[in-house]
């Protein structure tokens, strides 16, 4: 009714019932009654501290809720202030319930289906898209650039983010359960979406054309571009990396380029030498390349 807005957390299971705390929003509510007030979860249930502290502490920063006139928060949200944190137990089964029930198709079909058009018509409203999705992505990307320049924040938060990231990367893209379904099915629509015309005539040209624009900029060469060779050629020329990931890399793609479904689908026979070859030999030695062309 009022605009005003309170960022809040809570342990409730009915989450849609919490209508928030603190003295600035108590009165407020006091004064135009609880019935105007609209619950909204824009997150997952966290179970670990340091996660939902640093998501708390994050999202309190980029919205300003402290010093905005949108909000009520007199303090910073920290996700840990107030409330009561359950035992692992008890957190283990609660997220194993939560599980259940987001995997369950009825809840799939009825409230998770009505959450998702409540997102999805506000998202995609146009006046919403240019007046306060605009805002709020440019808040959002304008303090996330703010943190992640932060030299205090990368050498601690963001070192250790990148590291944890990166470990889960891994162990996913070593499962061996993972990249014979969900790793080879992300490839085969990788490639077939790469390989429709309709998309290289549009989605595809289009990248081509920023990619290009952005790499002949010289204000991008001189900075962004400059950079990012000379930290990529630090790490590959690094023992470390060769023995790892390096290493790594070059068995999986050996193991992909080698293998018969990925040729059959990749390779390319030239219509002058009647010759197959893999797609980089094909672009730079045939087709109109080819010594029969004529």
Same mark, same amino acid.
């Given at each position: 009714?009022?605009?005003? $807005? ?9 989450? =849609? !019932? ?14 135009? %009654?609880?019935?105007? +007030? +609209? ?6 249930? *966290? ?11 994050? *999202? ?8 905005? %006139?949108? /909000?009520?928060?007199?303090? +910073? &949200?920290?996700?840990?202030? %107030? ?5 692992? @137990? ?16 009825? /809840?799939?079909?009825? +409230? ?11 998202? #995609?409203?146009?006046?919403?898209? =240019?007046?306060?999705?605009?805002? !709020?992505? $440019? ?5 996330? !650039? ?5 030299? @205090? ?17 891994? =162990? ?26 309709? /998309? !290289? ?6 990248? $081509?054309? #920023?990619?290009? #624009?952005?790499?002949?900029?010289? %204000? ?20 470390? /990396? ?7 890399? *070059? ?9 018969? &479904? ?8 030239? =219509? ?20 029969? *062309?004529?």
């Amino acid at each position: 009714m009022t605009g005003l $807005r309170y960022f809040g957390k809570s342990i409730r299971k009915d989450i =849609e !019932k919490y209508k928030g705390s603190g003295t600035r929003w108590y009165n407020h509510i006091g004064k135009h %009654g609880r019935k105007h +007030v +609209v619950t909204e979860w824009i997150s997952d249930w *966290f179970y670990d501290k340091e996660e939902i502290q640093s998501f708390a502490i994050s *999202f309190s920063e980029i919205f300003d809720i402290v010093e905005s %006139g949108e /909000w009520a928060n007199l303090i +910073v &949200e920290n996700g840990l202030d %107030g409330g009561y944190i359950l035992p692992e @137990e008890r957190r283990k089964e609660v997220g194993k319930k939560i599980s259940d029930a987001q995997n369950n198709p009825e /809840w799939v079909a009825t +409230v998770g289906k009505e959450k998702a058009r409540k997102i999805s018509n506000t998202q #995609n409203d146009l006046e919403w898209k =240019e007046t306060t999705g605009k805002e !709020k992505t $440019r808040k959002i990307v304008d303090k996330n !650039k703010e943190i992640m320049n932060n030299p @205090e924040w990368k050498a601690t938060i963001g070192k250790e983010s990148r590291r944890k990231a990166a470990k889960k990367t891994s =162990e996913t893209m070593n499962d061996l359960e993972w990249v014979a379904t969900t790793g080879r099915e992300a490839s085969n629509k990788r490639v077939e979406t790469y390989n429709d015309p309709e /998309w !290289k005539a549009t989605v595809g040209e289009q990248r $081509r054309k #920023n990619r290009s #624009n952005t790499v002949n900029d010289p %204000g991008w060469l001189d900075t962004i571009g400059k950079s990012g060779v000379e930290k990529m050629s630090k790490t590959k020329n690094s023992q470390e /990396w060769k023995e790892s990931t390096g290493k790594e890399s *070059f068995r999986k793609r050996a193991e992909t380029m080698n293998d018969p &479904e990925w040729i059959k689908k990749n390779h390319k026979t030239c =219509e002058y030498c009647n010759k197959t070859f893999s797609p980089s030999n094909y672009t730079q030695w045939h087709g109109s390349k080819c010594k029969l *062309f004529k």
